[in-house]
């Protein structure tokens, strides 16, 4: 697609990125961010868009993309307090259940397939970015993605089977 094809359904293209934007339920200001994000993310990709159809179909799986990592940014860090039990400092009791939970997390990363035990402690303790991990593993950005969320998921099920005991 040519600059000046993308540019004259840029309007259309956008409108439907704010609608989008809308159902998942986010607010004007942020739908407009949203939008913004989407068209940036399809001007880099427009030499490779075909035709309208293929503008229009990317525009929604990018748009949707975006609305869901947005919600997962906002939402990561009440995850992690939902998760994560607060603590007495001043008990000794809770000060040792943390370290030993500290511990036990320590060895069940270490556990897990080396690729996956590495990206995940890349992301979550050194907080890299996943471009930069995956440049570091010489690996897609994509595989960064998929080894990532299936080593939290792996983590999240030891520590449910742990706490059913």
């Given at each position: 697609m040519t600059q000046k094809e993308?540019?004259?359904?840029?309007?259309?293209?956008?409108?439907?990125?704010?609608?989008?934007?809308?159902?998942?339920?986010?607010?004007?200001?942020?739908?407009?961010?949203?939008?913004?994000?989407?068209?940036?993310k399809l001007w880099s990709l427009h030499e490779q868009l075909n035709d309208v159809a293929h503008l229009n179909a990317s525009a929604v799986i990018t748009t949707k993309r975006v609305c869901i990592d947005r919600w997962r940014t906002?939402?990561?860090?009440?995850?992690?307090?939902?998760?994560?039990?607060?603590?007495?400092?001043?008990s000794l009791h809770d000060r040792?259940?943390?370290?030993?939970?500290?511990?036990?997390?320590?060895?069940?990363?270490?556990?897990l397939p080396s690729t996956a035990g590495m990206v995940l402690r890349m992301r979550q303790l050194e907080h890299r970015e996943l471009g930069e991990i995956a440049d570091i593993l010489g690996i897609r950005q994509t595989s960064v993605s998929t080894l990532l969320s299936r080593a939290r998921n792996e983590l999240l099920n030891k520590l449910k089977r742990r706490n059913q005991q």
């Open positions: 993308f540019t004259y359904l840029a309007g259309e293209t956008r409108a439907k990125a704010l609608s989008i934007a809308g159902q998942f339920g986010y607010a004007q200001d942020d739908a407009e961010d949203i939008a913004q994000d989407v068209m940036l906002t939402h990561q860090h009440a995850d992690i307090a939902v998760t994560m039990p607060l603590i007495d400092e001043d040792l259940e943390y370290t030993e939970l500290e511990h036990w997390i320590g060895e069940q990363i270490d556990s």
